[in-house]
C-alpha cells in the first residue's frame, strides 16, 4: 500500500533509465534522465526523499533483474517491482516513450494500481540460475538430437531398435557414420560429425549441472523443500529442487490459488448470464508449469509404491510421506475417473497437474 508522500516511476533499460517523481501533495512532478548504474539511481532517488519527503519507487520486472530493487531497499526506500503484464494502461494512448512510462509508473503507483512481484533473495536467485541453465541445456540437446536423426532419416538410415541415445544407439550411430554413410558427400559427413559432437558436448554440459542442482539440492536452504516434494510420484530431486527454487516462498500462495499462480485453472469470457471457459491461462511461471505437467503424466499408471519411492519417503519425515502416499493416491484415482468420462488425455493430465500444485504446496508449507 502507498503511504508516502512521493511516488517515483522508473523505466528501466540496459543502458539509462528514465525517472519521473510526483509529489502527491503539491502535484510536482520532477523528471531525469540517469545512466544504468544503480549507485546513480539510488543517488538521485536519495536526493528526491530529501527534496520531497517520504518516497516510494516502482519499476517493471524485466531482462535488468531484481538488482535495484535490492539497493533500493538496502538505502530504506519502499520498492514495488511491478508485473509487466498486469499494468493497466488507457486503450486511446498511442504514445509510448520512456518519460511517459515512468509518470505513468509513478500515477499507478500513488493509486496503488500496480501488481508487484516477489523479489527473490540472492540465493535463489542463483539457484535458479542453476536451475534455468540446465533447462536451456534440455531444450538444446532436443534440438541436437532433433538435427541427428533426421540428417539420417533423409538419408534412409533408420535406427531398427526401440530405446534411443543410450549406448546401444550411440554404437549404432558410430556405426552408421562408418558404414552407412559411405557414398554420401564430404559435406554429409562433415555435418554428421559436427551434430554429434553437438549432441555429446551437451550432454555433458546437463550432466554436469544435474550433479550440481544434486549437490546444491542436498545442503541447502531448499533441502527440506526439495525432500517434502519427492514424496509424490513423478517429482525426483531434480524436479523438486526446480519446483522449490521457481516457486521460492510457497507461503505466499494458497492450495486454491497456486494453480492460478501457475497459469493452471481455465480461462474464461463471460457476460451477462453466459459462461465460456476456455484453454489454461498460462500465465505465471512457465518452468514450473511445465514440470507439473510433466509429472502428472506418473500418475495415469497403477500406483505401487516401490523401492525409489521408499526411500524417498525414508529420507522425508513420516508425516509428509503420509501426505505423499495419500497425494500419489488421490491422483492415480483423479486419473482413473477422467479416463472412464473418455477424457483426452492432454486435458485430463492437464487436471491432474492443477491438483498436482495443490499437494505440492501443502508439502512445501509442513513445519
Not at 17 to 26: E, F, K, L, M
Not at 283 to 292: D, K
Request: proline share 3%; with cysteine; net charge positive.
Amino acid at each position: 500500500m502507498f503511504n508516502e508522500r512521493t511516488a517515483i516511476g522508473l523505466d528501466v533499460h540496459a543502458r539509462s533509465v528514465r525517472a519521473a517523481a510526483i509529489d502527491t501533495s503539491t502535484g510536482e512532478v520532477v523528471e531525469a534522465r540517469l545512466p544504468a548504474a544503480t549507485v546513480e539511481v539510488v543517488a538521485w532517488v536519495t536526493q528526491i526523499a530529501a527534496r520531497l519527503g517520504p518516497v516510494h519507487a516502482a519499476y517493471e520486472a524485466g531482462p535488468t533483474g531484481f538488482g535495484l530493487a535490492r539497493k533500493l531497499a538496502a538505502a530504506g526506500v519502499p520498492v514495488t517491482v511491478a508485473a509487466p503484464s498486469k499494468i493497466i494502461r488507457p486503450a486511446g494512448d498511442r504514445i509510448k516513450t520512456d518519460a511517459r512510462d515512468a509518470v505513468l509508473l509513478a500515477r499507478l503507483l500513488k493509486m496503488d494500481e500496480l501488481v508487484a512481484v516477489r523479489v527473490p533473495t540472492e540465493a535463489e536467485e542463483s539457484a535458479r540460475d542453476l536451475v534455468r541453465a540446465r533447462d536451456d541445456a534440455r531444450i538444446e540437446l532436443m534440438a541436437a538430437r532433433h538435427r541427428l536423426s533426421k540428417l539420417l532419416l533423409r538419408r534412409g538410415i533408420v535406427y531398427p531398435g526401440t530405446g534411443t541415445w543410450g549406448r546401444p544407439h550411440d554404437a549404432w550411430l558410430r556405426a552408421a557414420r562408418r558404414d552407412g554413410l559411405d557414398e554420401a558427400g564430404i559435406g554429409t559427413l562433415a555435418a554428421f560429425d559436427a551434430s554429434y559432437d553437438a549432441v555429446a558436448q551437451i550432454v555433458a554440459r546437463k550432466d554436469r549441472l544435474d550433479r550440481e542442482i544434486t549437490a546444491m539440492a542436498a545442503n541447502s536452504e531448499f533441502t527440506d523443500v526439495t525432500t517434502r516434494l519427492g514424496c509424490l510420484r513423478g517429482i525426483s530431486t531434480l524436479t523438486g529442487f526446480a519446483l522449490a527454487v521457481e516457486i521460492g516462498d510457497w507461503h505466499r500462495l494458497t492450495g486454491a490459488s497456486i494453480a492460478a499462480y501457475l497459469g493452471l485453472v481455465p480461462s474464461e469470457h463471460s457476460s451477462g448470464g453466459t459462461r465460456s471457459l476456455g484453454p489454461i491461462t498460462k500465465t505465471g511461471n512457465t518452468h514450473a508449469r511445465r514440470l507439473l505437467i510433466e509429472s502428472a503424466w506418473y500418475h495415469k499408471h497403477d500406483y505401487r509404491p516401490g523401492k525409489i519411492m521408499r526411500d524417498r519417503w525414508a529420507h522425508a519425515s513420516a508425516a509428509a510421506a503420509a501426505r505423499g502416499d495419500a497425494g500419489n493416491r488421490r491422483l492415480h484415482h483423479r486419473w482413473m475417473v477422467l479416463a472412464a468420462k473418455h477424457k483426452k488425455h492432454t486435458v485430463a493430465n492437464t487436471a491432474i497437474a492443477r491438483e498436482l500444485a495443490g499437494w505440492c504446496w501443502s508439502l512445501a508449507v509442513m513445519d
